[in-house]
């Protein structure tokens, strides 16, 4: 496993997490 990928990875799925996570809050 590259460390490289790893911290991609969380970079692209940070503001999805965010944005579902906003998503969550609004729908409730």
């Known amino acids: 496993m590259n ?3 790893d911290r ?3 970079h692209f799925l940070s503001p999805v997490v965010i944005s579902w996570m906003l998503m969550i809050q609004s729908s409730s």
Do not use: I
Request: aromatic letters at 34%.
């Open 8 to 10: 991609t990875s969380y």
């Open 3 to 5: 460390e490289s990928w």
